[in-house]
């Protein structure tokens, strides 16, 4: 048994770079946050009422305008709330000297679970406290929980940390992604 502990610890180093990062924030945020649904309500919202604007406009030169300018806040916020994400993605990849040949942390798998060493601390999760694991074709993102993920990217390990994970976690807790 023992040995068996050794042989199915695989340890891998997180070497996150700008593109990984910033992939990873867009999916994180926007897609399983769901955080594109309320700007694209505020959108739906502000569109529906400028229609009405619009189509109320007999008699009302008003109307016109009114229904133009809440088209136009409709469509721009929304543009720059995800704008301003991306540029505040950008200034946090760049404040963390996030680079390929850097090292962030090291993810150990293991058969009760897997931890995660950065310089002199560290964390271990079970596989049973695990939130939730994700592969992409460049990356596995491991969630120990729904605030913390680690990203393994794509390397020479990964179709067996990807192995390990399945092997331990329950289908419903990890998604592969082909996109």
Not at 47 to 76: D, H, K, P, Q, Y
Not at 107 to 115: A, E, I, N, S, W
């Amino acid at each position: 048994m023992q040995d068996e502990k050794k042989i199915s610890a695989l340890t891998m180093a997180g070497n996150i770079d700008r593109r990984t990062f910033m992939r990873f924030g867009v999916f994180d945020s926007v897609i399983r946050k769901k955080a594109w649904r309320n700007p694209l309500l505020f959108t739906l919202i502000l569109t529906a009422f400028a229609v009405v604007c619009f189509l109320g406009r007999e008699g009302r030169e008003e109307a016109v305008m009114i229904g133009s300018v809440l088209l136009g806040i409709g469509i721009v916020l929304p543009l720059v709330w995800f704008g301003s994400f991306l540029a505040s993605m950008n200034r946090q990849a760049k404040l963390s000297s996030l680079s390929h040949d850097r090292v962030q942390y090291y993810v150990t798998l293991l058969p009760d679970g897997f931890k995660v060493e950065k310089g002199k601390e560290s964390a271990s999760y079970t596989w049973n406290d695990v939130y939730m694991a994700y592969r992409f074709p460049d990356c596995i993102y491991l969630y120990g929980s729904a605030a913390r993920a680690f990203l393994l990217p794509e390397c020479e390990k990964s179709d067996r940390a990807w192995e390990i994970i399945t092997a331990h976690l329950p289908a419903e807790k990890r998604k592969l992604r082909v996109h």
